[in-house]
């Protein structure tokens, strides 16, 4: 079993930047694909990026690209999404995921509880 723990979101303003921030118990971490969703008001969830396992192939949504860098630390267990001119648009609850022996757009195993980020216009 693997736990996922979220921090970071907050309310920030439009044009903003903010950093969240995933801790996971699990053992081998480095085998485990990790990835952060999201999931807006009235919206289906999304992936929004993602590192597999092993080869650490990267995705990132088109939505995303050149504003959000996801990164990973086998050593310490986390993961970390930088978010950069953040729009509205960007409101969400964001999930950190992990799925064992998975490529970055695999289907996900284990779910954090998700932590809130507020754009303000």
């Known amino acids: 079993q693997v736990q996922l723990v979220e921090s970071g979101g907050e309310v920030v303003q439009a044009g903003g930047s903010l950093r969240l921030s995933c801790a996971a118990s699990?053992?081998?971490?480095?085998?485990?694909?990790m990835a952060w969703f999201r999931q807006g008001p009235g919206k289906e969830r999304e992936l929004v990026a993602g590192?597999?396992?092993?080869?650490?192939?990267?995705y990132y949504a088109d939505s995303v690209k050149g504003r959000f860098t996801m990164s990973r630390d086998n050593a310490k267990n986390t993961v970390t999404l930088q978010m950069n001119s953040l729009s509205p648009e960007d409101t969400a609850v964001y999930y950190c995921?992990?799925?064992?022996?998975?490529?970055?757009?695999?289907?996900?195993?284990?779910w954090g509880q998700g932590t809130q980020v507020t754009v303000s216009s």
């Open positions: 995921a992990a799925g064992y022996l998975r490529s970055a757009t695999d289907q996900y195993d284990y």
């Open positions: 699990a053992r081998l971490f480095s085998n485990y694909a």
């Open positions: 590192i597999s396992c092993c080869g650490g192939r990267r």
